[in-house]
């Protein structure tokens, strides 16, 4: 099955315009007291376990990358070279890893939130209930869902987009059908990722729940539990699932539900990562200043 790359981060934007960038508790609180949170009472994973080692910004571990790329809402890396960047303003952009450049895939795509990308397409979630598609070669794109509540985290997995909305709902738009709910009661997650096998992870930010979602029955459990909201959901190439809270990064075995410490970042107001199939972590920094590297996250 084809997994797509994705990430996804609180709506900031990019220097050229005119939007400043909001802090993390306010964006959180915003978010929050838009919506109803409700889930299942489970069994929490085992406490993290005690810090082995932060992560300073800059320094050979984290390094700015790309200082003109400003704050995207979303990051996409696709393979060693390139990542696809989202903006709140409505804009796509192509990243190369190496240099640091920028290329405008394409704009006006309406007040985006979330981004992943999967054969040739990047597909783009947006706060008005917009789901599209669009042609990473050509630019070219269309909607392939409509008028659903705020839309959010984004991933591809098989021949299925996936996203979660602001009631707290897993949607799937399959290729050619129309799109349905099929998980509830998920709280408010800003971010969707995808294992191999096919179960979905969301973050709770509301209840500080990571769950995992079976998408085929809708059956959901929950792997961890935090008293900070959690976010930046991702699956690494290990097959653990990664999280942050407030600045520490956490993993959860899906299988044991042991969850361990991985970092804390330090010197760097970052509200998420996205994973890079290397094990690396993109992250945009506060206040616009631009795209950073955090080498080799997931062998810590």
């Not at 700015?64 to 989202?86: E, F, K, N, Q």
């Not at 869902?145 to 705020?150: E, Q, R, V, Y």
């Not at 407030?246 to 991985?262: A, F, I, L, Y």
Request: glycine share 16%; charged share 15%; hydrophobic share 45%.
């Amino acid at each position: 099955m084809m997994r797509s790359s994705t990430a996804t981060r609180l709506p900031l934007d990019r220097p050229a315009r005119s939007l400043t960038g909001r802090g993390r508790t306010l964006g959180v609180a915003l978010a929050l007291g838009a919506l109803l949170v409700s889930g299942a009472t489970m069994a929490l994973a085992a406490p993290a376990v005690a810090a082995t080692g932060d992560i300073t910004c800059p320094s050979t571990d984290c390094v700015r990358i790309a200082p003109a790329a400003g704050a995207p809402v979303a990051i996409a890396p696709v393979d060693a070279g390139t990542a696809y960047l989202a903006y709140s303003g409505g804009d796509l952009l192509k990243l190369d890893l190496a240099t640091g450049a920028l290329t405008t895939v394409t704009t006006g795509l309406g007040n985006l939130r979330g981004v992943a990308v999967a054969d040739g397409n990047a597909y783009i979630t947006a706060f008005d209930g917009t789901l599209q598609q669009v042609s990473l070669a050509t630019g070219a794109r269309r909607t392939l869902a409509a008028g659903l509540p705020s839309l959010f985290g984004v991933a591809r997995f098989g021949t299925t987009t996936y996203v979660t909305d602001g009631n707290g709902e897993i949607v799937a738009v399959p290729d050619g059908g129309t799109a349905h709910v099929v998980a509830t009661g998920l709280g408010f997650s800003y971010g969707l990722a995808f294992d191999k096998a096919g179960f979905a992870y969301t973050a709770d930010m509301g209840q500080g729940r990571i769950l995992q979602t079976n998408v085929a029955t809708g059956a959901t459990r929950v792997l961890a539990g935090e008293s900070y909201e959690p976010t930046s959901i991702s699956v690494g190439g290990d097959g653990l699932v990664y999280f942050m809270v407030g600045d520490e990064v956490k993993r959860v075995n899906p299988v044991t539900g042991v969850q361990s410490h991985v970092t804390n970042f330090r010197g760097i107001n970052g509200f998420s990562f996205s994973l890079a199939a290397s094990g690396d972590a993109y992250m945009a920094g506060g206040a616009g200043d631009g795209l950073w590297r955090i080498s080799g996250l997931t062998s810590r």
